[in-house]
Every structure is written in structure tokens, then in C-alpha cells.
């Protein structure tokens, strides 16, 4: 799927997919949308950490031309799809960004960060955001 998005001359707005099956029954008793979906997970477990939700990581493997790819994947997905193959784990800044390609707020950012830490982990760095002083210092270089 990538490789088909990584095509510089596939613009979602304006080409939609077709795919062809070939092997497949033309029926989704799990298979087309089965792929999408097997996507998405190989997406979260390779390019992305978090908890609760899942922040995109940059790796090494991963260009600019890539991440356009995947944008171009989230995008034709929602325009062709709607929200029901839309990958909900991604944080809803990371969506919000390739679906319309506003800034981000600073607050929308920190609270992303935190939303993708463990329960542990984001009640410590809220402590030390609210109220430093109170912190076990300890706590906090676990954290670290």
C-alpha cells in the first residue's frame, strides 16, 4: 500500500483508488478492509509509541516522501471511507494536521504528549506541571 501512495502523482482529492481483486472475493468478509486495517496496525507498531493514544515516531526509514504516504492513505481513506476505517488510536493532533493541515495549539501538543505516556508516567509529569516543588525528585528521574 505504501508504495502505491508513495506515487508523487497520487493526489487524494483528486484520484480515487480502485483496487482490483485478484484472488479475493469481491465481497469484504474481511478483505480489502481486512488489508487496511492490517495497515494500520503495522503503522502503529513500527512508527508510532504511546499509551492511550499513538504518537507517530521518527525513524530513520521514515522521509519526508513517506510521511506524505501515509497522510495521502489517512486521507483518501476518510474521503472515500468516512470514519469507519479511519485509525482512531492516532493522536487527534497528528489527524487534525494531515486532514486539513492546521497549526496546533501548544496546550493541544502537551496534552497529546501526556494522553500518550503510561498512567504512572503522566501523573508524575502533571504533578511536576502543577506544582514542582511538591514532587519527589526521585519519582520524577524514574520518569526520566
Known amino acids: 500500500m505504501m508504495n ?15 483496487i482490483e481483486l485478484v484472488s479475493e472475493r469481491g465481497e469484504d468478509a474481511g478483505g480489502v478492509f481486512r ?7 503495522t503503522f502503529y507498531i513500527k512508527h508510532t509509541v504511546g499509551s ?3 504518537i507517530p515516531t521518527t525513524v530513520h526509514i521514515m522521509r519526508r516522501v513517506h510521511w506524505e504516504a ?11 471511507e468516512g ?5 482512531i488510536l492516532l493522536s487527534e493532533v497528528f489527524l487534525q ?42 519519582d520524577l528521574y524514574d520518569v526520566f
Open 52 to 54: 492511550d493514544i499513538k
Open 35 to 41: 488489508d487496511v486495517s492490517e495497515f494500520w496496525e
Open 83 to 87: 470514519y469507519r476505517h479511519l485509525p
Open 97 to 138: 494536521r494531515c486532514i486539513d493541515g492546521k497549526d496546533v495549539q501548544d496546550e493541544q501538543l502537551l496534552n497529546t504528549f501526556l494522553s500518550s505516556l503510561p498512567t504512572m508516567d503522566r501523573e508524575i509529569f502533571e504533578m511536576a506541571l502543577n506544582d514542582f516543588d511538591s514532587l519527589d525528585e526521585e
Open 4 to 18: 502505491y501512495f508513495l506515487d508523487a502523482n497520487f493526489v487524494p482529492k483528486l484520484n480515487q483508488l480502485q
Open 70 to 80: 501515509v497522510a495521502k492513505v489517512l486521507i483518501c481513506g476518510y474521503e472515500q
